[in-house]
């Protein structure tokens, strides 16, 4: 498909057009997840700037390298009436509580436009879920794209977590992560991409990123962008295909990450309960090494 269709195809996007019409979406939310740094704003700034014409690069969401990340807050950027991007905040780590947040944005627990603050308990984590429901949203037809820097290499104990959590966003979405490999003159995206691959990943899709100082617009840039979006909406309209209840699948979200949560609780209960014994353990054993001490000299 050339660009100038790929663009005409974006911008005509309608929930509508299906034999089953929209079944009560009436959006399509971009859900850019990833770690810190990765490109998340960035890629928001570059789809924006494809779509419009021009050679002048605004940037709506500010990007640039911050140590312990940059964005806080979750903001939506309309690409189209009809396509919103969200940036959510980036992770540091994959661990138990991080994650759970990023499940939380994904599944719009999280509120648009309220700063994402880790939390690092359970209770702090179902009451987010329960004042969700205060103004609940379930309209939204959720795609997530997860970002990752093509330079980034990945070791084996991190393939399993991300294989994890690919499988977790098919789960909550039904739709298994775009991935878009950033900085793609910098790294071996074509390894990074079979890595992606064996993990499940069914799209990936290399790009680079238009940044204020590399802004000038060129054919396989642009296309590369736009191709995540355009796979985006194939997702979409496949789903679509399908009878959908948009509030029943609210509901599965909401089941899941109560689950999830659950089972963080209870391996941390279980690291708490098996670190307790080994302490235990060792007091014991010094106690016998002292006594053992004191006989002797006796
Ligand atoms: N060369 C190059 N630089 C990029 C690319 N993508 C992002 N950058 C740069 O990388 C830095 C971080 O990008 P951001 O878009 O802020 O990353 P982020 O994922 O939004 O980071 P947080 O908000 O901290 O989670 C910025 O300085 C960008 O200009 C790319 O594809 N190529
Ligand atoms: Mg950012």
Same mark, same amino acid.
């Given at each position: %498909?050339?660009?100038?269709?790929?663009?005409?195809?974006? @911008?005509?996007?309608?929930?509508?057009?299906?034999?089953?019409? =929209?079944?009560?979406?009436?959006?399509?939310?971009?859900?850019?997840?990833?770690?810190?740094?990765?490109?998340?704003? /960035?890629? +928001?700034?570059?789809?924006?700037?494809?779509?419009?014409?021009?050679?002048?690069?605004?940037?709506?969401?500010?990007?640039?390298?911050?140590? #312990?990340?940059?964005?806080?807050?979750?903001?939506?950027? /309309?690409?189209?009436?009809?396509?919103?991007? +969200?940036?959510?905040?980036?992770?540091?780590?994959?661990?138990?509580?991080?994650?759970?947040?990023?499940?939380?944005?994904?599944?719009?627990?999280?509120?648009?436009?309220?700063?994402?603050?880790?939390?690092?308990?359970?209770?702090?984590?179902?009451?987010?879920?329960?004042?969700?429901?205060?103004? *609940?949203?379930?309209?939204?037809?959720?795609?997530?794209?997860?970002?990752?820097?093509?330079?980034?290499?990945?070791? *084996?104990?991190?393939?399993?977590?991300? @294989?994890?959590?690919?499988?977790?966003?098919?789960? %909550?979405?039904?739709?298994? $992560? +775009?991935?878009?490999?950033?900085?793609?003159?910098?790294?071996?995206?074509?390894?990074?991409?079979?890595?992606? @691959?064996?993990? #499940?990943?069914?799209?990936?899709?290399?790009?680079?990123?238009?940044?204020?100082? @590399?802004?000038?617009?060129?054919?396989?840039? =642009?296309?590369?962008?736009?191709?995540?979006?355009? =796979?985006?909406?194939?997702?979409?309209?496949?789903?679509?295909?399908? $009878?959908?209840?948009?509030?029943?699948?609210?509901?599965?979200?909401?089941?899941? %990450?109560?689950?999830?949560?659950?089972? +963080?609780?209870?391996?941390?209960?279980?690291?708490?309960?098996?670190?307790?014994?080994?302490?235990?353990?060792?007091?014991?054993?010094?106690?016998?090494?002292?006594?053992?001490?004191?006989? =002797?000299?006796?």
């Amino acid at each position: %498909m050339d660009i100038k269709q790929l663009k005409e195809n974006i @911008r005509n996007f309608n929930l509508e057009d299906g034999d089953l019409g =929209s079944q009560g979406y009436t959006r399509v939310l971009l859900q850019l997840l990833g770690f810190t740094g990765h490109g998340k704003s /960035s890629f +928001i700034n570059s789809c924006k700037y494809v779509l419009e014409e021009g050679e002048d690069l605004t940037e709506y969401a500010e990007a640039k390298e911050k140590q #312990g990340g940059l964005t806080m807050v979750r903001k939506a950027y /309309s690409l189209t009436d009809r396509i919103t991007m +969200i940036d959510n905040r980036g992770c540091k780590t994959m661990d138990d509580f991080e994650r759970a947040e990023v499940y939380a944005q994904l599944g719009n627990v999280i509120p648009i436009g309220q700063e994402v603050n880790w939390k690092t308990n359970f209770s702090d984590m179902m009451a987010a879920i329960e004042n969700s429901e205060m103004d *609940p949203n379930f309209t939204d037809f959720l795609v997530p794209i997860f970002v990752y820097r093509a330079t980034k290499l990945i070791n *084996p104990t991190e393939m399993e977590e991300l @294989r994890t959590f690919l499988d977790n966003c098919v789960k %909550m979405t039904g739709v298994v $992560p +775009i991935i878009v490999l950033t900085f793609k003159t910098e790294g071996d995206y074509l390894e990074m991409e079979k890595q992606f @691959r064996l993990m #499940g990943a069914e799209t990936v899709i290399a790009i680079e990123n238009y940044t204020t100082e @590399r802004k000038i617009k060129t054919l396989g840039r =642009s296309t590369d962008i736009l191709m995540v979006i355009d =796979s985006a909406l194939r997702n979409v309209r496949f789903r679509l295909e399908q $009878p959908r209840n948009p509030r029943r699948e609210r509901i599965e979200r909401k089941k899941f %990450m109560y689950n999830y949560i659950h089972q +963080i609780q209870l391996h941390h209960e279980k690291e708490k309960h098996e670190r307790e014994i080994s302490e235990r353990e060792n007091k014991n054993k010094k106690q016998e090494e002292e006594n053992k001490g004191t006989c =002797s000299l006796l």
